[in-house]
T-cell receptor, first 115, second 110 residues
C-alpha cells in the first residue's frame, strides 16, 4: 500500500527534552511538509522540503529542526527551545509540478504532549 | 485581513440536510483550491480539488469556485452521520505552499 506513515501516534516528553517525530512515504513524492495543528488555529507550516538535502523554513520554524537525507524520509525534531510544543503534528507529501498541482497527502499524525 | 477566511463553526445539521461550507480569500494569485476532510485524531484526507471557476461534482459533494468574488464553497447533499468531521479549505498559487482555512467542525445528527 502506498502512503505516508508517522510514528509514534502518541508521544510524551518532559520539558527540556528534544524529541524526533518520524515521517516516511512510499509515494515517490519529491516534496514533504511538516505542519502543526492546534485547536481553532488550523494547520500551520513548520518546514518543507522540495528535494533531497534541501529544506526551507515555514511560518513557525522556531524551536524545530528537520533533515532530508532520503527522498522517503523527513524527520522533525522538536527541541527544548520550542516554548509550546504540545500539539498535533502532521506530515504531508506532494509532487511539485505534476498535473495534480501540488496536492498534498497527509499522514495520520503524531500527538505530542509535554509533561 | 487573513489570507484565507473560513466560516466559523461548529455546525450541526439533521441527517439528510444540504450542507454549505464556505471560504473566502484575499490573494488573487491563489489559483488551486482544495477541500480536506479530517476525522477526529486523524490526518486530513483530500476530498475535492479544483482550479477553475464553476462547479465540480463528485457523488454527494460539489465544490464551487468563484474567482471573481474570491469565494469557494463545498456543498454536501443528503448529509450522513458519517460526514461528521472537520472540513478544511486549502488553496495554493505558484509557490506550491498551501494556505489553509481554520476548519469547521460539522456534526450530522441521525
Amino acid at each position: 500500500d502506498g502512503g505516508i506513515t508517522q510514528s509514534p501516534k502518541y508521544l510524551f516528553r518532559k520539558e527540556g527534552q528534544n524529541v524526533t517525530l518520524s515521517c516516511e512515504q512510499n509515494l515517490n513524492h519529491d516534496a514533504m511538509y511538516w505542519y502543526r495543528q492546534d485547536p481553532g488555529q488550523g494547520l500551520r507550516l513548520i518546514y518543507y522540503s522540495q528535494i533531497v538535502n534541501d529544506f526551507q523554513k515555514g511560518d513557525i520554524a522556531e524551536g524545530y529542526s528537520v533533515s532530508r537525507e532520503k527522498k522517503e524520509s523527513f524527520p522533525l525534531t522538536v527541541t527544548s527551545a520550542q516554548k509550546n510544543p504540545t500539539a498535533f503534528y502532521l506530515c504531508a507529501s506532494s509532487t511539485p509540478g505534476a498535473t495534480s498541482t501540488d496536492t498534498q497527502y497527509f499522514g495520520p499524525g503524531t500527538r505530542l504532549t509535554v509533561l | 485581513q487573513k489570507e484565507v477566511e473560513q466560516d466559523p463553526g461548529p455546525l450541526s445539521v439533521p441527517e439528510g440536510a444540504i450542507v454549505s461550507l464556505n471560504c473566502t480569500y484575499s490573494n488573487s494569485a491563489l489559483q488551486y483550491f482544495m477541500w480536506y476532510r479530517q476525522y477526529s485524531r486523524k490526518g486530513p484526507e483530500l476530498l475535492m480539488y479544483t482550479y477553475s471557476s464553476g462547479n465540480k461534482e463528485d457523488g454527494r459533494f460539489t465544490a464551487q469556485v468563484d474567482k471573481s468574488s474570491k469565494y469557494i464553497s463545498l456543498f454536501i447533499r443528503d448529509s450522513q452521520p458519517s460526514d461528521s468531521a472537520t472540513y478544511l479549505c486549502a488553496m495554493t498559487g505558484a509557490n506550491s505552499k498551501l494556505t489553509f482555512g481554520k476548519g469547521i467542525t460539522l456534526s450530522v445528527r441521525p
